[in-house]
């Protein structure tokens, strides 16, 4: 316990002195010899300052002569470095900065400035510097890596050592790590510069570290001229720290440059180490864990979708305050406190980064600097941590209702069911059937990014078809959200797939409320993979299309609400593939006349073929498809084309497509034979 008494600090270096070497226990009022101590009571260590060094374990050593000549070979002088250079001549200054942001290396530098072969010291933070001197000469400069309480430094401390340093002709930087308000309050209290460290640019620290590691200015250019367009930005993007940078350059020189490898062989090989190297740095502190876990799936979005996201995942490992399996640590951590740690220290500890922006509407993301760490921690999270793929499926099926938010939840767990073979699959179908409505959005992105993989399409073909004609809702329901297609390329036989389970839903799907609630779902994705589709796959779609138009009920009601969105899609394409598909053109007039002749979609099918009108005035080839249209829908003889006719024939003179209307009824009437009379 520690004495309140002013003069204590006194009665211990007078204690000190008159020990010389020796251990004594200070503990007025107590008795010692019988094991019991009461009342103020101190342990006291001295050394002898002779000389400068301590008599007990070492607390300081040379930095090795090597490190620091390469420290100054690849050093890249950060913004500030010229003010911090200034700040030394006083001989001791204060640096502040984040870990990793290369500020050890610019103390170092700092304190080598002016030497050829400088000697350099490193004094342990935990040393009392009231009661260190420097030694008497052969030194250059002191590193006191972060006192663990900077605000236990005193003015009169570093006062002290200011003439000893100036005769040995060295100097001291203390390094700190940033907190809020240190730099002013550390000025005002010792009275010594205090220089805020700020990081290079990344992209001219790997290029330092590149040049040091190969000599040859030609080799080093024609590796870069290698990479993809876009790939150095990638590989160093904005606000990477210098130490993922100097790794970066590592990297390339080991792998790239001698080694062969491509750009993304680079960064997959930098994302893995990173990411197996975040994972043990986390594991023992639930609040860092479930904010990993929240960047590897929500990365990109606002702050406060990773924040609140990660706030749930520690809800759920323990609710009503029991151990889950996130919190089964050695830290007390909880759902309230999940951000007691500063925000730029969590980003610093899990390699990830905030960006914000201001323009229209202001941008406020986190991501981990290389995206694909995700998929790292996702691997070791399936290979260490298997008990928490269950509790990790349990959160994954609640995001908020918000697309962004559902399909990064859907390629969490994609990248899950990969990293474990499909054997997590088995926890697919309770995820689907949660009360969280987003919940068969989520398994349908799933199935849809599995469906491809090699590793997983098996299982999540099997469970496409069971779902197709299970009977629960919401399991048909993602079914029909698999089954859209967005941001993939689809190949022929998962076009073929897709149609085939939107079919059999159709098919099997009951009246009742759950039934009827799958139809949009299944309109949407018909529409969806016609927009998303090319020729080969819209022709596909439309030739399945005119096959269900055969068939009473679902199949041929749902062609109907569809095919006109369809029709007024990119009619660039349809011009060019009525006037030269016969096929397609003989699909296209069978559907629209199929449209036109139900009277719930007669509207729309209409307005459409107007908006084929309106955009074939001028345009030769397009009026030339039009035409083509038109009048195989007069050889079809629908009495739905017939109204259509009619309409427009009737209508204002200002109505597109009136002399093609008035050309194709009068056909039309050429053709019709005459009534019978008595």
Known sequence: MTSENPWSGDLDALVAALAGREMVVVAPHGTVNTGVVTGDQRQTVSTSTEGGTATGPMRQGPLRAKYVKTARRRFEPPPCFNEAVAALDSGIAVLIGEP??????????????????????????????????????????????????????RAWDLSRLEAPLAEAGARLVIVLADAPGLAGTLEDRLSIPVVRHRPPDPRKVFTAHLSDGCSDEET???????????????????????????????????????????????????AQAEGHEVVARVQ?????????????????????????????????????????PVAQTSHSHSAGDIRQRPWSEILRLLGAHRVQRAGEEETD?????????????????????????????????????????????????????????????????????????????????????????????????????????????????????????ARFHIAEEAEEQALRLLQRLMETLDDDTDGLSVVSI????????????????????????????????????????????????????????VATDVELASSTVHLVGHALNESSTFVVMRDALLVWCSAADGSEHQDRALSKLLDGLVAARQPGFLRWLLAVDRGPDAMPGKELAAQALAVWRSKTPPSKTD
């Not at 987003?438 to 599995?450: E, G, H």
């Open 284 to 324: 023992t502190d639930p609040a860092l864990l479930a904010h990993l876990l929240s960047i590897s799936v929500y990365g990109g979005l606002h702050s406060s979708v990773v924040t609140e996201q990660a706030r749930n995942l520690l809800r759920l490992a323990r609710p009503g305050g029991e151990q889950g």
């Open 220 to 270: 080093r250019a024609q590796w870069l001229r290698t990479l993809e367009p876009g790939q150095l930005d990638e590989l160093l993007p904005e606000g990477l720290p210098p130490r993922h940078a100097a790794q970066a350059a590592e990297a390339a020189l080991r792998l790239g440059v001698t080694g062969g490898a491509s750009g993304a062989e680079i960064l997959r090989h930098l």
């Open 522 to 577: 299944i309109a949407a994705a018909l529409v969806q993979r016609f927009e998303a589709g090319d020729s080969r796959a819209r022709a596909t779609v439309l030739s399945r299309m005119r096959e269900w138009t055969k068939v009473d009920g679902l199949p041929s009601l749902l062609v109907t609400l569809t095919f006109p969105m369809m029709a007024c899609t990119d009619l660039a394409w349809w011009s060019g593939q």
């Open 365 to 485: 993301t986190v991501s981990f600097f290389w995206p694909a760490v995700s998929e790292a921690v996702w691997e070791v999270l399936c290979r260490d941590h298997t008990d928490l793929v269950p509790l990790v499926h349990t959160w994954l099926a609640g995001p908020d209702d918000q697309a962004a938010q559902i399909e990064r939840a859907g390629r969490a767990l994609a990248a899950i069911a990969v990293a474990t073979e499909g054997r997590s699959m088995e926890l697919l179908r309770d995820l689907a059937l949660s009360p969280s409505p987003p919940a068969p959005q989520v398994a349908a992105w799933c199935l849809r990014l599995t469906v491809q993989d090699p590793a997983t399409a098996q299982t999540a073909d099997a469970l496409l078809e069971q779902w197709s004609v299970t009977t629960e809702a919401p399991l048909r329901k993602a079914v029909a959200y698999a089954c859209h297609t």
């Open 100 to 153: 990793g942001s290369g500020r050890e290396t610019h103390a170092l530098n700092l304190l080598a400035q002016g030497s050829e072969e400088p000697v350099l010291v490193q004094v342990d933070g935990a040393v009392n510097l009231s009661r260190w001197v420097p030694r008497a000469q052969g030194v250059h400069g002191y590193l006191v890596m972060e006192p663990p309480d900077p605000f236990a430094l």
